[in-house]
């Protein structure tokens, strides 16, 4: 009964430091997606997923890089930190069209960049 | 472009009270979904329900309920008898579709509910 499962759940990094967020969902979903969470702003995609071997940009995509090399796993990356991307990271999934489909979420990583 | 806004940043009642968690949205589209999503201390985003543009039908789930008006583009969210368990950020979220076809979701700034015993 898994869904969603975001790894790490808590990370804090210098600035320069990369890294990388994993997401994995056991509901054979085709749609992935990425958000960061900040104050004040509700959620904003940065990159999203329609199938295995393919990646999108969203809105706020600039610093980070994704991958989805299998259809389960989608990964998020930072290649070199700086404090502005420090947010909360959520990453989701859904079976159609995140418009339109019910989109679960994972629990969330919390990102601190100093 | 699409807009949803969450005009009330945080409601506190007691428990038992009422309350309503305003949405209010804008689209250019015929055809849209809406959504709200429920966000507890735990963090996780967890789905409430999801109404597209055709269906104005009000809809009741236990103590909460539902209100799509086409007409003043809001689609209201009612808690019953609030419990202390209802604490949380709600979000209300509007499909957005982009240029290459797909579909994506645009959510509200969300809701703090803070529920007193």
Redesign the interface.
Same mark, same amino acid.
Request: glycine share 28%.
């Given at each position: 009964n898994a869904g969603v499962t975001q790894t790490p759940k808590f990370r804090v990094l210098k600035t320069g430091q990369s890294m990388t967020l994993l997401c994995a969902q056991d509901m054979n979903h085709e749609y992935m997606?990425w958000y960061r969470q900040d104050p004040?702003? /509700?959620? +904003?995609?940065i990159h *999203?997923s329609?199938g295995e071997g393919t990646t999108?940009k969203?809105e706020v995509p600039d610093g980070y890089n994704v991958s989805r090399l299998k259809k389960q796993n989608f990964l998020l990356g930072l290649e070199s930190a700086a404090p502005s991307q420090t947010s909360?990271y959520?990453c989701?999934s859904s079976m159609t069209? /995140?418009? +339109?489909d019910?989109? *679960?979420?994972?629990?969330?990583t919390r990102l601190s960049v100093l | 472009a699409q807009k949803v806004t969450q005009a009330q940043t945080e409601i506190s009642v007691v428990e038992k009270e009422d309350v309503t968690l305003d949405c209010v949205y804008e689209t250019r589209d015929t055809t849209y979904y809406l959504f709200w999503y429920k966000q507890p201390p735990s963090g996780e985003l967890v789905f409430l329900i999801r109404r597209n543009s055709f269906d104005e039908q009000n809809e009741i789930s236990g103590r909460y309920s539902w209100n799509f008006q086409k007409s003043t583009s809001s689609f209201n969210f009612t808690i019953t008898a609030s419990q202390v368990v209802d604490s949380a950020v709600y979000f209300c979220a509007l499909s957005d579709i982009l240029q290459t076809g797909f579909q994506k979701l645009v959510f509200g700034t969300g809701t703090r509910l803070l529920v007193s015993p």
């Open positions: 997606y004040g702003m /509700g959620l +904003r995609l *999203y329609v999108a969203g909360v959520f989701a069209s /995140g418009g +339109r019910i989109q *679960y979420f994972g629990a969330g | -």
